[in-house]
């Protein structure tokens, strides 16, 4: 199987190429390799590589700078999109792509379904939703995980933020009215490896199992760190809970972010893990680095 692999150096690209490399020819291209925002030249370059499946897991991802670029937002997100699965369709290999809770306005408290209506509220979100359904209309043979709060141990993300703060600082505030559930890099190249040969098609909500919010995530971090002798300086009743409306931002973020994932659980046989496990391997590798 020849496996095209995009966005290799983002967070989930670097896990991808762990997970895809025992399952073929894996050809791995970043930015250098085929720029996205260039969708002309993404199809030919694609044709000539010939693949098998193509996977996708690169994207414009600054959630709050897309405000103020819309444009390049549209043209990583959804225009380039759009051209693989004009490409994939030509040329009869398989896509799989990464989507986003983003998608969704984050109203009331149960959990989002595939087929649960969306309504962004950012360009980012906007952009994202662009490019699914640029795939699904495309008749292309196709996977679509979309996933939330995802984390790696390379990289930078929210958990890794935290603990630097929690060892510089004496008080913090995180928000706690925005609820998903973070998910480890890792598992979802996994998920991906393990879906790779499936004849199923379409979207599949992949995330964690369990929710939390931003501050419940900070301070189970941080209580786990103290544990494992990380040089915390924060206690934890002062990590103060506000609102999203306490930190301003850009970009409007959903209060819910909760996806329901058993359709995954019933297509994959995939069960996902709470998300505690991850952000405990996360603790344990961080700690060796310490
Ligand atoms: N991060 C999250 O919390 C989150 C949540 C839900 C869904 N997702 C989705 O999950 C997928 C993977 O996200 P991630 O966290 O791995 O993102 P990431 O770490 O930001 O990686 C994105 C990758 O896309 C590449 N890229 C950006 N613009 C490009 C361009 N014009 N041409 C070629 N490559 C370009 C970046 O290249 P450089 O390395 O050169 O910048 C980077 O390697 C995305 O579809 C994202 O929308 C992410």
Redesign the pocket.
């Known amino acids: 199987m020849k496996i095209l692999l995009?966005?290799?150096?983002?967070?989930?690209?670097r896990e991808l190429k762990r997970s895809l490399t025992p399952l073929g020819d894996l050809i791995a291209?970043?930015?250098?390799e085929?720029?996205?925002?260039n969708a002309d030249s993404l199809y030919e370059k694609v044709v000539a590589a010939k693949p098998d499946v193509i996977i996708?897991?690169?994207?414009?991802?600054?959630v709050d700078k897309a405000e103020s670029e819309p444009e390049?937002a549209h043209?990583?997100?959804a225009l380039?999109p759009t051209a693989l699965a004009q490409v994939t369709r030509d040329i009869g290999c398989k896509l799989i792509?990464?989507?986003?809770?983003?998608v969704f306005d984050g109203s009331g408290t149960a959990p989002w379904l595939e087929d649960s209506p969306t309504a962004p509220l950012s360009v980012?979100g906007k952009s994202?939703l662009v490019g699914e359904q640029a795939i699904q209309n495309s008749g292309c043979n196709h996977l679509i995980f979309?996933?939330?709060?995802?984390?790696?141990k390379k990289?930078n993300?929210f958990a890794k933020t935290m603990l630097r703060l929690a060892c510089e600082k004496n008080a913090l505030s995180v928000i706690d009215d925005q609820i998903g559930a973070p998910?480890d890099?890792a598992w979802?190249a996994d998920v991906t490896a393990q879906a790779i040969d499936s004849l199923a098609s379409g979207v599949y909500h992949a995330a964690s199992a369990g929710e939390v919010s931003w501050h419940g995530y900070a301070s189970y971090l941080i209580a786990n760190a103290c544990e494992l002798g990380f040089p915390i300086k924060v206690k934890l009743k002062a990590i103060s809970a506000v609102t999203s409306e306490a930190f301003p931002l850009p970009a409007k973020r959903p209060h819910n972010s909760r996806l329901d994932c058993s359709k995954l659980t019933a297509t994959f046989g995939i069960t996902p893990p709470p998300w505690q496990q991850g952000v405990d391997r996360l603790l344990d590798h961080l700690h060796t680095q310490l």
């Open positions: 995009l966005g290799k150096d983002g967070q989930l690209g291209w970043g930015r250098s085929c720029d996205l925002a996708n897991a690169a994207a414009y991802t600054a390049l043209a990583i997100n380039a792509h990464y989507s986003t809770d983003y980012y994202k979309r996933t939330s709060w995802v984390y790696t990289g993300n998910t890099a979802l």
